[in-house]
C-alpha cells in the first residue's frame, strides 16, 4: 500500500470511527423486542412497524435516533476542490441531504 493510501486510510478512520461507534450502538433489549416469540409478539411488532413507517413519524424517528449522524459535518478538504476545479465554491458538507 502507498503511502498516501495508508495516511488517507488513517485519517478516514481518525474522522469517521467516533461516528460510526455512536450509529451502531443499540440498547440490548432492542433484538429481543425485534424478534416476539409469540404470535401476539408478531401482531404486536407489525402494528408498531406499520405506525413508524408513516412518512411524520420516520422522519421524526430518524432524527432522534440518529443524533451523532445529525450533528456530523464532513471535513473540508481544500486540496480536493482545487484539483477538481471548485476552489472557492460552496462544498456540501453534511453527510445527510436535506429534509
Excluded: W
Aim: proline residues 6%.
Amino acid at each position: 500500500m502507498h503511502r498516501k493510501s495508508a495516511e488517507a486510510l488513517a485519517s478516514y478512520e481518525r474522522v469517521l470511527r467516533p461516528l460510526v461507534d455512536k450509529a451502531q450502538t443499540i440498547p440490548k433489549l432492542v433484538p429481543r423486542l425485534v424478534h416476539p416469540y409469540s404470535a401476539a409478539g408478531v401482531s404486536l411488532l407489525r402494528a408498531v412497524q406499520r405506525l413508524i413507517s408513516t412518512a411524520a413519524i420516520s422522519r421524526r424517528m430518524a432524527k432522534s435516533f440518529t443524533p451523532a449522524l445529525q450533528a456530523f459535518c464532513l471535513p473540508r478538504y481544500e486540496a480536493l476542490n482545487e484539483r477538481a476545479g471548485l476552489s472557492g465554491k460552496r462544498q456540501s458538507s453534511t453527510v445527510t441531504g436535506s429534509s
